[in-house]
T-cell receptor, first 113, second 115 residues
Framework: AQTVTQSQPEMSVQEAETVTLSCTYD???????LFWYKQPPSRQMILVIR??????QNATENRFSVNFQKAAKSFSLKISDSQLGDAAMYFC??????????FGKGTRLHILP | NAGVTQTPKFQVLKTGQSMTLQCAQD?????MSWYRQDPGMGLRLIHY???????DQGEVPNGYNVSRSTTEDFPLRLLSAAPSQTSVYFC??????????????FGPGTRLTVT
């Protein structure tokens, strides 16, 4: 069965600094999709970034980028120039070829002013 | 576009009662799913559907039923509520496509308490 592991339940970063959130996953598939979602206190789930497993290039969205290591089954999220609005729960998610989506348990990110 | 809507926003049930959580989307998405979110557990997939008339189980399907009679609606039924089903429930939808990554759109959630 596929699993997604986020080993950091909580992290803190100083405003304007860079932080990296870790995610590892386990699968026997070769084609799949990976996502990072953000959940602020409003509870609304917001897509941050996505990565297709067949693409070697790491995805980037403005201040957010990923380090996708397919062989290591690692998918970390880097947030540059952290802002107060980045404070939230962040979830890593894996989507299998048969469309089952598995989420990690989340990392709560605190931004220190 | 209303996106993904869920009703009710809050619900309190007594043990043994039944109820249906409603989910609707107006984006013509083929894929719809239900998750529950518990503290420290992330989101866990309950059931999902890849189109009208097709449903499948996720990680934690026990105690829940679903049906998909239309593309737009994907209700989640609790047949006999138990305190272990106290949680926040999210519905989500997305397009499906071969080799294409489609993001999921989430509803605002339903907070359910079973006493």
């Amino acid at each position: 069965a596929q699993t997604v592991t986020q080993s950091q339940p909580e992290m803190s970063v100083q405003e304007a600094e860079t932080v990296t959130l870790s995610c590892t996953y386990d699968t026997s598939e070769s084609d799949y999709y990976l996502f990072w979602y953000k959940q602020p206190p409003s509870r609304q789930m917001i897509l941050v970034i996505r990565q297709e497993a067949y693409k070697q290039q790491n995805a980037t969205e403005n201040r957010f980028s990923v380090n996708f290591q397919k062989a290591a089954k690692s998918f970390s999220l880097k947030i540059s120039d952290s802002q107060l609005g980045d404070a939230a729960m962040y979830f890593c998610a894996y989507r299998s070829p048969d469309d089952k989506i598995i989420f990690g348990k989340g990392t709560r990110l605190h931004i220190l002013p | 576009n209303a996106g993904v809507t869920q009703t009710p926003k809050f619900q309190v049930l007594k043990t043994g009662q039944s109820m249906t959580l409603q989910c609707a989307q107006d984006m013509n998405h083929e894929y719809m799913s239900w998750y529950r979110q518990d503290p420290g557990m992330g989101l866990r997939l309950i059931h999902y559907s890849v189109g009208a008339g097709i449903t499948d189980q996720g990680e934690v399907p026990n105690g829940y039923n679903v049906s998909r009679s239309t593309t737009e609606d994907f209700p989640l039924r609790l047949l006999s509520a138990a305190p272990s089903q106290t949680s926040v429930y999210f519905c989500a939808s997305s397009y499906l496509g071969q080799g294409v990554t489609y993001e999921q759109y989430f509803g605002p959630g339903t907070r359910l308490t079973v006493t």
